[in-house]
């Protein structure tokens, strides 16, 4: 087995906006700097190949109180739901010096010569989401990132952590070829994106068709929670909505009215296509699609009939900045003419809303360890403001460290770690990476999906400790890029057991987490934040108020 | 399967294998015709298609994820 150490003062686990805006900053404060990523950053990560909007603050446009706009990103579900005042207004105060820098990399963040605001929008409320050319972003980044000195090291999965002496260190797979990696670092900053793939996404049998990449599955959060870091909110389930069975974020930009079967409105916001604002509908109560179905009342369609030439344009144009050229390519080859033809909507997987808990600075509750981006549900300017932010902060505490401390050797636990990778890929025979998942999936819908309780989710624990046990004693992959998917398989299955674990401790009904055994919403958790700690034998819940 | 390649136009530069980040064309060799490995991990981003110097990349949309209208 080849192997290689690496030393830096900074890690960026993940080279997605985050990571890489991350690194950017960090090795222009003077950081040594090393980005591993499991794909390749020139097209990794949610804003792969793109993204149209950015939720920033422009005093020129939305006047000198940044306290309205504070309160409407509070509403916008991808990003400031459940974050603390303090968080949003770091964010938001930071907003558009990145809008400035992207603009100035060449990434083109005005339209027409102008900041355009549209999409997300309630009529008679201040309009939040830039629109901007996201397309090249992810090639434009990883430009910067070469510029500023730092490493990048494509198609290395990072799969664990643990801690060095003052230092953090980190285990590494290569994707590609029999080689592996150990990592030290002064500081450490997470930034791998989402948590999909643990539930069973709109074409089960089709298991990587996910609105968002199936790449992100996850591993910050299994890492950190391993490490001591606190996880938040992984009880609170979140869906998206978008074009049924291709799944894909994006609803914003369609310029449409959602829609029933007898081409009535079924939102409140809008009665004909209006550029400015899109259907808010479906972000509000993304359940809605399903709802309807279940209720008879469906399907629900998004309509842009009625559009005009030059809207319908601007639709289109945008739909390929944000990164749907597929679907529109599919459209094309289809003969699906949005002008004519409604597209049904449907509801998507479900998925946590938590993840790594950071502060306003990147910090997690451990040492050195930062977060930024998708760690918690995001969207492209948090992951993009919050990686600027965490990158600055961790350059600035590996500063206060001498040299890296602590002993380059394993650990019994890492070791462990180590030999069961080689297991995995060692083996002849047995079940793939593939069957664990489905199984995973299956036990997470019906466990702890739309439905939880105390009992569900003390069979569901004992189902996923016995499918671990299997997966680690018998589970193989033939090659790299299997056991890749080996390591990203068993961290959702700890993230699987979180969850149920977390779900079992909200005794209550909240939004859409549904406790038939407790139906109400209790009082005495308004405002309280459920972080969840590895413990000797249980996870550690302690119940905080943010901010 | 997603992604097809089309081989006429294909001058084998590797970018497409360089950038998929599903790594669907995993195995692939240097300066020959990409192989998709792994067709059904294809997230259908078009990272491939839209980085083609040649455009000799298109992504065919499986059945089941076949758009619903009217």
Redesign the interface.
């Known amino acids: 087995m080849r192997e290689e150490t690496i030393e830096t003062d900074v890690l960026c686990v993940g080279g997605g906006i985050a990571g890489l805006m991350a690194a950017i900053r960090a090795s222009e404060l003077g950081a040594r700097v090393v980005v591993a990523e499991k794909?390749?950053t020139?097209?990794?990560?949610g804003g792969?190949?793109g993204n149209d909007h950015f939720l920033c603050y422009i005093p020129e446009i939305h006047g000198s109180d940044i306290d309205p706009i504070i309160e409407e990103a509070r509403r916008a579900v991808a990003g400031g739901a459940k974050r603390p005042e303090s968080f949003i207004r770091a964010w938001l105060e930071k907003s558009f010096d990145i809008v400035r820098l992207w603009d100035n990399w060449g990434i083109p963040m005005t339209y027409g010569g102008q900041y355009e605001f549209a999409g997300h929008g309630f009529p008679g409320r201040p309009l939040i989401w830039l629109k901007y050319a996201g397309?090249k972003q992810k090639p434009i980044l990883t430009k910067q990132t070469h510029k500023t000195g730092a490493t990048i090291m494509n198609?290395v999965m990072i799969f664990d952590l643990f801690s060095a002496g003052d230092t953090l260190g980190a285990l590494g797979i290569d994707?590609?070829e029999d080689k592996y990696y150990e990592f030290y670092a002064k500081s450490v900053i997470l930034a791998t994106g989402g948590c999909v793939r643990l539930y069973q996404g709109p074409?089960p049998?089709?298991?990587?068709?996910?609105s968002d990449?199936?790449?992100t599955t996850g591993d910050g959060r299994a890492m950190a929670y391993r490490a001591g870091a606190a996880l938040i909110d992984m009880e609170i389930p979140i869906r998206w909505a978008g074009?049924?069975?291709?799944?894909r974020c994006g609803k914003a930009t369609w310029v449409g009215v959602l829609r029933d079967q007898r081409d009535l409105p079924v939102g409140p916001f809008v009665t004909k296509p209006e550029k400015k604002y899109g259907d808010i509908a479906a972000d509000i109560y993304t359940n809605m699609f399903e709802d309807y179905a279940l209720s008879g009342r469906g399907?629900i369609?998004m309509d842009c009939r009625g559009i005009s030439q030059e809207d319908y344009e601007y639709m289109m144009h945008w739909l390929e900045q944000e990164?749907n050229?597929?679907?529109l390519?599919?459209?094309k080859s289809?003969g699906?003419d949005v002008r004519k033809?409604?597209?049904?909507f449907s509801t998507y997987e479900v998925r946590p809303i938590g993840g790594v808990y950071y502060n306003e600075k990147g910090e997690t509750t451990l040492k050195g360890l930062y977060a930024a981006g998708d760690e918690i549900v995001g969207n492209i300017s948090l992951a993009a403001t919050f990686g600027w932010i965490a990158g600055e902060n961790a350059a600035a505490y590996s500063k206060t460290l001498e040299g890296l401390a602590g002993e380059r050797k394993l650990d019994t636990a890492m070791q462990e770690k180590m030999e069961l990778v080689e297991k995995i890929r060692g083996r002849n025979e047995g079940p793939d990476w593939k069957e664990v998942n489905i199984v995973l999936q299956q036990i997470m819908d019906d466990y702890a999906g739309p439905v939880r309780s105390e009992t569900l989710s003390k069979a569901g624990l004992t189902y996923l400790q016995r499918l671990k046990e299997k997966a680690v004693e018998t589970m193989n992959a033939s090659?790299q890029?299997e056991l890749m998917h080996c390591a990203e398989v068993l961290n959702l299955i700890e993230l699987g057991e979180l969850i149920l674990f977390a779900a079992m401790e909200r005794r209550e009904s909240r939004g859409e987490h549904k406790r038939p055994d407790y139906p109400f919403t209790n009082p005495l958790l308004d405002g309280k934040t459920m972080f969840i700690e590895k413990g000797d034998h249980q996870p550690i819940v302690q119940w905080k108020t943010l901010g | 399967m997603p992604p097809i390649i089309n081989k006429d136009k294909c001058t084998r530069c590797g970018i497409c294998v360089k950038v998929c980040p599903q790594d669907v064309f995993f195995g692939s060799k240097e300066k020959a015709v990409p192989i998709v490995s792994y067709p059904e991990e294809c997230w259908h981003c078009n990272a491939c298609g839209l980085d083609c110097p040649e455009e000799a990349i298109s992504l065919r949309v499986p059945l089941p994820q076949m758009l619903l209208y009217r």
């Open positions: 794909g390749n020139v097209r990794s990560g792969a190949t397309q198609r994707t590609r074409t049998a089709w298991m990587f068709n996910l990449p199936p790449h074009p049924k069975y291709f799944a399907p369609y990164g050229t597929a679907l390519n599919h459209m289809e699906i033809n409604p597209v049904e090659n890029h």
